[in-house]
Nanobody, 118 residues
Framework: QVRFVESGGGLVQPGGSLTLSCTASGFDFEYYVMDWYHQAPGQEREEVARIVQGGDRTWYPAPVKGRFTISRDDSKNMLFLRMTNLKPEDTGTYYC???????????WGRGTRVTVLS
């Protein structure tokens, strides 16, 4: 059974930093592309970082590029998101998952909540 458990969220001042962690289980983690997603209050979930198998390539959308860093530890089936220079618009719940074809999606975890004071 595929499962994701996110942790590391919290309350932080603007300009602060946090590192989120995700522990994955139930699939061969090292062979999968992994993503972090952000869901702001009342908004749709959106991708904020991607890392390929092996970790040698990453992608970020413009709003977080240069501030967020995704990494992985395949020996521990873990995914990380280092977030720096946090802004109030980064507030929300963060989830990890692997992009899958329609109809084969993995279940979402509970996420971890980040609040950047404004």
């Amino acid at each position: 059974q595929v499962r994701f458990v996110e942790s590391g969220g919290g309350l932080v001042q603007p300009g602060g930093s946090l590192t989120l962690s995700c522990t994955a289980s139930g699939f061969d983690f090292e062979y999968y592309v992994m993503d972090w997603y952000h869901q702001a209050p009342g908004q749709e979930r959106e991708e904020v970082a991607r890392i390929v198998q092996g970790g040698d390539r990453t992608w970020y959308p413009a709003p977080v590029k240069g501030r967020f860093t995704i990494s992985r530890d395949d020996s521990k089936n873990m995914l990380f998101l280092r977030m720096t220079n946090l802004k109030p618009e980064d507030t929300g719940t963060y989830y990890c998952n692997s992009p899958r074809p329609a109809g084969q999606e993995y279940p979402w975890g509970r996420g971890t909540r980040v609040t950047v004071l404004s």
